[in-house]
């Protein structure tokens, strides 16, 4: 590929027989959308584990922007420009949603003082969580805390956003205003990888798609082909591809 | 609703108030030598030496997570510091304090590369093992007494200042200096950047550590910083006491367990906890001293029921209910135009 921002070569990780990632091999381009589909303990999350550093691979590498990040911290790899957004949310509950931000803000993208708070404040306006900026994130709801998992990651101005699950139990209408929010984000150049169950929110934005499963990469491609291909069918949406 | 017309802040009326109350608080302390007696002199100078261990331990277990059980290490070395340098080097004996200090955060280093290798209650045994050796170690040393013990030669003492009501009025002085100065550090640097990813490690280090928080690093700095301040207010607790023993220094009641009692009763995790847990213990302790072994029972059960009924502590308590800070830490977003009045 001509200019891949991450490249992840034959990464496997296992815990005792489960494998979670099976010699996983593939590039993101820069700028892409690339989505990530798969059953339930596939292995999805454990490789967003593995990109940003949270696992340390059993083998393979991992390579952001031209050098090899496999033995660098999560807080090095956050530090050049990765971001992502927990499944089950992690807010520093007992501070308040813009100190959350700030966090991002300040520790990962490094601003400081006046350009931090703007930063801040207008992630929080594109993510709508601005009319909570004072309250204790500990305090929100699920869905709120969704947000904060995504307004965090903007906060830390990524080349690389990684969304894990985040459009689950919304509504229709804040589903599309969700699709729309990482349509922005995307055309302003993050490259993002998406794990998306809610299919037709992830095939909004994608150019890519990828299928995982046991941590293997089974089906790659343009989108709705893949959707299509039986063994899609019968792996992910748990149908009979015979029948 | 516009983003222009919102501003940040973080300072409250509540805390502009306190600061004028705490500036004439401490002017009227200052003065103490001159409207004080001897012996509440020396009860309000081991209340501001406690409050400086508690606020110190606080900035470590409420924030840093390293929840130490062998801080007495810390302050029994920097006593024992304190006298060697003085008796053998014939070093100043304030100047010794500093020193120290100096020396606490050298032996903290391959002390925290040890202990950070454990997780949790590991963590807490690890550090009450330290702290027996150091004990042990010391009470082998015989030009310091050995076992039994030390005191500060009278030429040592009277270089202080030669008149006891002088020594007495310094030693207060220096013991409120400390208090103030630690809070302060703390303070200052819990708003800082490096406070500000503290303050995120002590809700979640996994989001920490994928926000770009070198956790290990922050953990590192925290451990030595604190063990060099315990140690130099140990060697102020021994300077006080002019003597010292191994039992006495490294004991891990006197400077471990009723400090954990004051921040956990105050609230952990919090600047207000350990001040408001050091006026409480102190209140116990002068109201219920008579009453010997009893009053021992009366702390345990004052902890046991505080952290049934607020688990956050007293503090914790009261902010629950009111919105409340008297060292502001935290960030509000507000209109600009708003005046005198705090927006949402």
Redesign the interface.
Known sequence: MMDAILKLDDLSKAFGAVKVADGLTYDVTRGEALGIIGPNGAGKTSMFNLI???LRPDGGSITFDGTDVTSQ????R??VGI??S?QVP???????V??NA???A?????L?GDEA?TLC??VL?QTGL?PK??VLAGSLTLLERKRLELT?ALC?KPKLLLLDEIAGGMTEAECQSLVQTIKDIHASGVTIIWIEHVVHALLAVVDRLIVIDFGRKIAEGEPRAIMESPQVKEIYLGIEADV | ?N?QD?T?SRSTRAARVALVVTALLLVILFLAPWWAGRADMRLMGELFLYLALASLWNLMAGYAGLVSVGQQAYVGFGGYMLFASTIFLGINPLVAIVFAGFLAALVSVPVAILMFRLRGAYFAIGTWVVAEVFRLCFAQVSSLGGGSGTSLPVGIVKSLASERAMREALSYWLALGAAVIVIAAVYLFLRS?QG??L??I???E??????????WRNKFIVYVVTSALTAMVGALIFLQKLRITPDAAFSVYDWTAFVIFIVVIGGI?TIEGPIIGTLVFFALRETLADLGTVYLIVLGFVAIVIMLRAPRGIWGLVRSRYDLEFFPL?????LKAAKGQDG?
């Open positions: 940003t550093g949270t911290s999560s807080a090095r956050s530090h971001a992502r927990f992690q807010p520093f509950a007992h501070m308040t813009f100190e700030m966090i991002a300040t520790q990962s993208a490094g400081h708070e404040l207008n306006e601005f900026a004072n965090r830390a | 609703m983003i919102y940040v950047r500000l990813a303050t995120a002590r809700d979640n996994l989001a920490a550590g994928s926000l770009g928080i070198d956790i995790g935290s960030y509000r977003v507000h949402n």
